[in-house]
């Protein structure tokens, strides 16, 4: 077994949970640690939990690790509409704001990445670095062939089946365990250290399905959105990973062009769940860019 080594074992008492009120919706958010901000966004199929390596090892280095269950995910709101990413970054500008925090750094995985390019393009003032990790941004990156081989349409075939209306809430609902396993299979290197039954919970939970579902249906107009933001580039410093088994170096070009100082990291032996699967070198990479920008 390729367990987590046990000085990475989160101690559930180190973590703060807690509740904002945006437009009356609550966003939950969990904090570890005293000192410079730094927001963590999750991406789908997975919530805040996604982050528990990263945030006690940022804790440890002197940052207030800050990870949210973005709207309709985890044991925030589901609310009815506003999951595109221009809507999502403003949310989560603002629950920064609620907690104190006028400048911060971000990181995004997944869906997570694309909310927080959306942040950092929108709110360049607030945004002192950016850490973007497994994921293409849509809008920015080239839309893939419906024919794509079958070594990458794994990896792509639930954006066209997760934005159809009702369909897939049909067809999952009561057998949200063997959808969701299917991703966590297929797309992680070291299952075993992937804490899949939390996310079947989470995302079994009522509105659960709907609420992740959303982001993909509401990708039109992130694409609009983000062929604006793509005539300004980024400012602030941006980093780059990958994971060695599913994006490799897709983020890293996707960014190109579209930010002034720009650098990249593949991390080996490490499939799409890259904080949870690879959790010592993602932090070893992610932590030096943060203390670069302090």
Known sequence: MNAIPSTLAPAQDAFSHDYVRIDGHRIHCVTAGQGAPVLLIPGWPQTWYAWRHVMQALAAQGFQAIAVDPPG???????????????????LHRTMLALGHARYQVAGHDVGMWVAYALASDQPQAVQSL??????????????????????????????FNQLADLPETLIAGRERAYLEFMFNRWSLRRDRVAVDVYVDAYSAPGGLRG??????????????????AQRALTMPVLAIGAEHATGDAPLVTLRGHADDLCGVIVPDCGHFIMEEAAQPFIAA?????QRTL
């Open 212 to 229: 992740g579902f959303a982001y993909y249906r509401a990708i039109p107009e992130t694409m609009r959105q983000n062929r604006e933001r």
């Open 286 to 290: 992610l932590l030096p860019f943060l």
């Open 131 to 160: 850490a973007l990790t497994e994921a293409v941004i849509p809008g920015l990156a080239p839309e893939p062939s419906i024919f794509a081989p079958p070594e990458q349409n794994i990896f792509l075939w639930h954006f066209m």
């Open 73 to 91: 995910t985890g044991f925030s709101d589901r609310p009815d509409t506003g999951y595109d990413t221009g809507a999502i970054a403003q949310t």
